[in-house]
């Protein structure tokens, strides 16, 4: 078999791995369930959960991909030598990746929409009324949040198409900064907000009182979403990773990174939450709801609306692309097609879903499963079930049946990162720790623990 391409540069390494962990889930979802679970106690829940439980697991990602240099599910199988179980692990991956990109086009879809309503400057003027009053109407309209989604999927899978380095590299390294300068100035601009005070106490003042099962389970669901754990993105992407890789260094990078943008997006929304009198409990809605107000009264609000709703874009179709890269990369490899059927099928199929989850955001739609509409079914399964579960196989593999020679080779790469401390703190870890962490919530969130 030929050599497996590898990422380029150390940069471009970081950049994708970034581009894939920076989306939707930092400036989309994290502000919403933060609204939702209580502000600071979320806040804080996530925060810690992110340093503690995901970067490990985001190290067994990278070990398992880089040992094995294959795809999601082939990794599993060639490493367990075909063991069932750990196969099952794979083929959960490639699910999550399928139903997470299917809710994902969709909001990437609203965002594409918001660019160009942006562009034709229908945010200048507007009150806090007839955003909302837009908004609803777009959404129940039904056809074109489909037309935006499919807009938005086919975007990606131009990019997906393009390959590794070309594709993927090239596009992240100038979309990444350029999205961190704009959130830093709309934290100066919510600073001279009304509502400031009250955004900033909501999201960090401190309430041990409300930290509950609940808040902990949609932290963890929320922290794994955000850094693209517990499906096999980053084992696809580890296994693009160079042998000399530190990956220490990568993942702490891309988690500071990612949990610093979660922060600056919230403390940019709540502010405008609360002065223009939007419930923090809106749901998805929330940021579609709370952004074009700030934009409506900023002096020169026209660009910054319109660069920030190309750098949303911009940040959702990388996240979008590591995740159809799974996808891709399983179809290519296994089915034996080019990268480019590949492409195309997996995004087709995707798209066939998106349908279901826009249409089900359609008041009285009646597209429900299991009590829930099929959009928030795909959101809340993915993150609640199906990554923690994905997540406590991947590291019971990497720490219990990988084999100790192998885990520390390439945790340290051959030896020349973190022998000393890092090595054996980030693998108790993953043997000891994190397992049984998952493993209780769980079992509060089934009821079996109070
Ligand atoms: N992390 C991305 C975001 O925050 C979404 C994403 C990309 C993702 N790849 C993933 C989520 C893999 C789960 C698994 O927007």
Known sequence: MAKRITFATRFGTIVAVGGSVVGLGNIWRFPYLAGENGGSAFMLTYITISLLISIPIMLSEFIIGRSSRRNALRSFKK???????????GYMGILSAFLILAFYSVIGGW??????????????????????????????????????????????????????????????????????LILVGLNVNAFFMSGWREGAEFLLRPDFGKITWRVGLEALGQSFFSMSIGMGAMITYGSYMKRSENMFRVAGTVAITDLSIAILSGMAIFPAVFTYGISPTSGPELVFLALPNIFAQLP???????????????????????????????????????????????????????????????????????????FDLFNSSTSNVLMPLGAMLIVVFAGWALGRDKFNRQLTSEGRYGTRLLRPAVRFMIRFVIPPFIALLFLAQIGFIK
Request: glycine fraction near 10%; proline fraction near 3%.
């Open 111 to 180: 965002a594409l929409k918001f660019l160009l309503s942006s562009i034709a400057g229908t945010f200048i003027g507007a009150t806090p009324e007839s955003i909302a009053t837009g908004f609803d109407a777009f959404v129940a309209g039904g056809w074109q949040p489909l037309l935006f989604a499919f807009l938005f999927s086919a975007a990606c899978a131009a990019v997906v198409a393009a390959g590794v380095v070309k594709g993927i590299e090239r596009y992240n390294k100038i979309l990444m900064p350029l999205m961190v």
């Open 300 to 374: 020169g609000g026209y660009l910054v609306a319109v660069l920030f709703f190309m750098m949303l874009v911009a940040a959702a179709i990388t996240s979008s692309v590591s995740l159809l890269e799974v996808i891709a990369a399983y179809m290519s490899e296994e089915l034996r097609i080019s990268r480019r059927k590949a492409t195309i099928l997996g995004a087709a199929g995707v798209f066939a879903l998106s349908i279901l989850c826009a249409l089900s955001q359609i008041p009285g739609s009646g597209l429900r499963l299991l009590g829930s509409n099929i």
């Open 79 to 89: 490493l367990s030598r075909g063991n069932r179980l750990w196969m099952s692990a």
